[in-house]
C-alpha cells in the first residue's frame, strides 16, 4: 500500500516538474508586462486561423505574459462581434474586413479596431462534383492530363449558360475576405457576381451567380443537400468536402484556393474595441506579444505544425479530424482525390511579415466594399487613408514587438523595420489573378481600373 502511495506521489512529482520545465522554457526570456487585467475571455469561430490564439494559450506564451485566457467558440461571426461590442468577450479571431465593416457601418456599428494580423490566405473556393465535371471539360490539362492551375472561373461561364434555375453559392458573412475572393474570383471571368444597393442588403442585384452567406462548418452538408453549389470557406472546410461522407461519396472539390486568386492575402485579424484597447492598454500589448510568439512557433517547423494539427483537432477547438486539418496545415492541398499538390505557403502565420497589420490590407477591403456596392458614394484616397489608420494600429503592434525583441524572443529581421509607412509596395502582375496592380495609396485608381463594379 504504501509503496502505491509513495509511486503515485513520485508520478505527480515528476508530472509538476515537467509542466514546470515547459513553462521555464517558455518564461525563460519574458519579461511579463504588469498588466491592467489578468483573467481574459476570448472568442474564436472553428477554423483553422483560429491557430495563433489556441497555441499562444496551450504553449504558455499567454501564461508567460502573467494572462490566464479561456477561449471559447462562437456559434457564428455575427454573435461573435455582438459579444465584442458588450463586453461579454474582451476580444476575438476575427474576419479581416469586420473592423473595418463595423467602423464605417456596413455591418454591427461599433469602433472596432486590431493591431494584429493572424494569418494570410488559407482559404478556397469548391464547387459542388457534378459541377466540377461540367467545368473540368473547359480547364486546361498538363501533359500527365491534370488540371493547370489556377483554374479560371472562364470554365464555369458555359456551365452557367446550360444551368437550370439560380445557381447558388455560398461565403461566410458580407464583409469577409470569402465574399470578396469569391466575387473576385467570378469577375475577373466576366461573370457577374451581383451588387449591394440601398434596397438590396443581400448583395444579388444583377447577380448571374446568387452568393450569400452560411456558417463554415456546414458548407459540406448544404453543398450535399443542394442548398448550394459551391462555396468560398477557410480551412479545414474546403479539404472536408474531398474525404467521403458515411456513404463514401465525394461532396465537392476544391478548384481554387485564395493563395491563387491573391497571393498573400490578410485573412484573420485579433480585433478588439477601441475603449477596450484604450481602458487596458498594457494588457493588449501583454496579448499581441504571446499572440506574436505564437504565429512564430507555427511556422518555425514542420513538428510544430504536426503539434499544432492534433490541438486544433480537439472538440472545443476546430474539432475536424487530424487528417483533414493536416492536409493543409502542413504545406499540401488536395484538389479532387488523387490530385495531391504542394502548397507550402496554403497557411502563414508569421512568415512574410504576416502579423503585422498594414494599412494598405485595410485599404484593399474599403475598395472592394465601394465595389460591391456596400459603400455607395465615392470618396477622396485621403478618406480610405485615415479610415485604415483608425482601424489598423501598426504602432501598437511594434510597441509589442520591440519588447520581443529587447526579450530576445523575436529578432529585428522578424518584423517590418522602424519607420515602415504601413503600406506595401504596389503589387506586381503576377499577384492577383487577373494581373492587376494595386497601390494602397491610390484606392480610387484600382477601384476604377474594374470593368464589373458598382456606380
Known amino acids: ?193 451581383g451588387f449591394y444597393t440601398a434596397s438590396d442588403s443581400k448583395g444579388h442585384t444583377a447577380a448571374e451567380v446568387v452568393i450569400s452567406p452560411n456558417a463554415p462548418p456546414l458548407m459540406p452538408s448544404y453543398l450535399n443537400s443542394r442548398a448550394i453549389l459551391g462555396y468560398c470557406v477557410g480551412e479545414p472546410w474546403n479539404q472536408k468536402a474531398v474525404f467521403a461522407d458515411k456513404d463514401g461519396k465525394q461532396l465537392g472539390v476544391p478548384v481554387i484556393t485564395n493563395y491563387e486568386i491573391w497571393k498573400n492575402n490578410p485573412e484573420k485579424v485579433f480585433g478588439v474595441t477601441e475603449e477596450w484597447a484604450k481602458k487596458y492598454p498594457k494588457t493588449h500589448t501583454a496579448v499581441l506579444k504571446a499572440m506574436i510568439r505564437a504565429g512564430k512557433w507555427l511556422d518555425a517547423s514542420m513538428e510544430n505544425r504536426e503539434e499544432a494539427v492534433q490541438i486544433l483537432s480537439r472538440s472545443h477547438y476546430v474539432g475536424a479530424e487530424a487528417k483533414v486539418l493536416r492536409n493543409s496545415m502542413t504545406g499540401t492541398f488536395v484538389y479532387e482525390r488523387g490530385d495531391r499538390r504542394e502548397m507550402p505557403d496554403f497557411n502563414v502565420f508569421f512568415r512574410y511579415n504576416a502579423t503585422y497589420p498594414y494599412y494598405s490590407d485595410a485599404v484593399w477591403f474599403l475598395t472592394q466594399m465601394r465595389r460591391w456596392g456596400q459603400l455607395q458614394k465615392d470618396q477622396p484616397d485621403d478618406w480610405y487613408d485615415k479610415t485604415a489608420k483608425k482601424i489598423y494600429r501598426p504602432d501598437l503592434y511594434m510597441q509589442a514587438a520591440e519588447l520581443l525583441i529587447e526579450e530576445g524572443n523575436i529578432t529585428e529581421t522578424e518584423v517590418p523595420a522602424k519607420g515602415e509607412t504601413g503600406y506595401k509596395p504596389a503589387t506586381k502582375a503576377d499577384v492577383f489573378i487577373d494581373g492587376k496592380v494595386y497601390d494602397g495609396t491610390k484606392p480610387n485608381d484600382y477601384i476604377q481600373s474594374f470593368k464589373i463594379k458598382s456606380n
Open 1 to 193: 500500500m504504501k509503496n502505491a502511495i509513495f509511486s503515485k506521489f513520485l508520478l505527480l512529482i515528476m508530472f509538476l516538474m515537467s509542466v514546470n520545465l515547459t513553462a521555464q522554457s517558455v518564461d525563460e526570456n519574458t519579461i511579463p508586462i504588469d498588466v491592467e487585467k489578468t483573467n481574459l475571455h476570448f472568442g474564436f469561430i472553428k477554423l483553422t486561423d483560429c491557430a495563433s490564439l489556441v497555441i499562444a494559450k496551450e504553449k504558455g506564451f499567454f501564461e508567460a505574459e502573467g494572462l490566464n485566457v479561456k477561449l471559447t467558440a462562437q456559434k457564428n461571426w455575427v454573435i461573435l462581434l455582438d459579444n465584442v461590442i458588450k463586453g461579454q468577450l474582451d476580444g476575438a479571431h476575427m474576419l479581416a474586413g469586420q473592423p473595418i465593416g463595423a467602423t464605417v457601418g456596413v455591418s454591427q456599428k461599433a469602433n472596432i479596431i486590431t493591431a494584429f494580423s493572424m494569418d494570410l490566405n488559407g482559404n478556397g473556393i469548391t464547387m459542388a462534383t457534378d459541377v466540377w465535371e461540367k467545368m473540368k471539360v473547359h480547364v486546361p490539362k498538363d501533359a500527365a492530363g491534370k488540371p493547370i492551375h489556377p483554374i479560371s472561373a472562364k470554365a464555369l461561364k458555359p456551365v452557367l449558360e446550360e444551368w437550370d434555375g439560380p445557381f447558388n453559392m455560398g461565403m461566410v458573412f458580407p464583409v469577409s475576405t470569402h465574399n470578396y475572393e469569391l466575387r473576385y474570383w467570378l469577375a475577373a471571368a466576366g461573370i457577374h457576381p
